[in-house]
C-alpha cells in the first residue's frame, strides 16, 4: 500500500501576512517580516521552509522589465489545435514550455485550445518564432495574434483572501 502524500498545512493569518510581504518584496529580510506580522524571524524562516516545501511558494524570482532587456514587444497568442489527442496536446505542451520567447502558457477550454504570452524583440523575431512554433507544427490548425499596446498591469502576485475554512 503506497502512503499518501502528507496533505498541506492550512495556512493561516501568520502564512497569509508573510506571503502578502513576499509577493510584493522576496526580499524583505526574515526579521522585518517578523516585525510586520508579530511573530520571531526563526518563526517566520520555518513558515517560508514549510510554503516551499508544501509548494506554496513555488520560485523566489526578480521580476525584469522585458523592454530594459530588449524584449520590448509583448504578444498574446490563441492557438487552435487540429487534434485534442492527450499525445499531441502534450507534444504541444512540451514544445511551448521550451521555447524561451513563451513566459506563459495557459492550455484553456473554448475555441482556442493555448493562451500564451510571449516576449519578443522585434517583430521578426515573431515571425521566426511563428515559423517555429506553429507553421513547422502539423497539429496547429490556426493562431491569433494580439500586440499588446501597453503594459497597463503585469504581475504574478495572488489575492490572498482569508477563508472560513483556514485556521
Known sequence: MALSPRSPAPLDRFDLAILAILQRDNATPQRAIGEAVNLSAPAVQRRIKRMEEEGVIQA?????????????????????????HARLIDAAKRQFTAAPEVQQCYYVTGEADFILIVVVPTMAAYEALTRRLFFGNNNVKRFRTFVAMDRVKVGLAVPLLPDHNRV
Open 60 to 84: 523566489n524570482v526578480a521580476v525584469v522589465d522585458p523592454a530594459k532587456v530588449g524584449q520590448p514587444i509583448t504578444i498574446f497568442v490563441e492557438v487552435e489545435m487540429e487534434s485534442e
